[in-house]
């Protein structure tokens, strides 16, 4: 079992930045893959950015340079820093932890892009 809180959502104006914060209650080193996936109204769920195996990173083209992903080791505790945001960013950011068998997912943290 794996429980994630995922904190630092809002509201920003367009061009603003903000920090996501996930923390896992497992090492990160116990995970297979962590991450960042994203839910606009109406849309599917997507894949913002992800920590694989082997230290690799996958970020999703469309935000692709505007996004970093990091993590602490000693916090357990993945980052996903955006910049330049745009209203289209706006959607429910979901952190999501792997193992071998199982996914699992954060509560969720809403991120409004509007002036």
């Known amino acids: 079992q794996v429980q994630l809180v995922e904190s630092g959502g809002g509201l920003v104006h367009p061009g603003g930045s903000l920090r996501l914060s996930c923390a896992s209650s497992?090492?990160?080193?116990?995970?297979?893959?962590m991450g960042w996936y994203r839910q606009a109204p109406g849309k599917e769920r997507e894949l913002v950015a992800m920590?694989?195996?082997?230290?690799?990173?996958t970020y999703a083209s469309s935000i692709q340079g505007r996004i970093t992903i990091s993590r602490d080791s000693a916090k357990n505790t993945v980052y996903l820093q955006m910049n330049g945001l745009k209203p289209e960013d706006t959607a429910v950011y979901y952190c999501?932890?792997?193992?071998?068998?199982?996914?699992?997912w954060g509560q969720g943290t809403q991120v409004t892009v509007s002036s």
């Open positions: 999501k932890a792997s193992t071998t068998t199982m996914d699992y």
């Open positions: 920590f694989t195996s082997g230290d690799r990173t």
């Open positions: 497992r090492t990160l080193f116990s995970l297979a893959a």
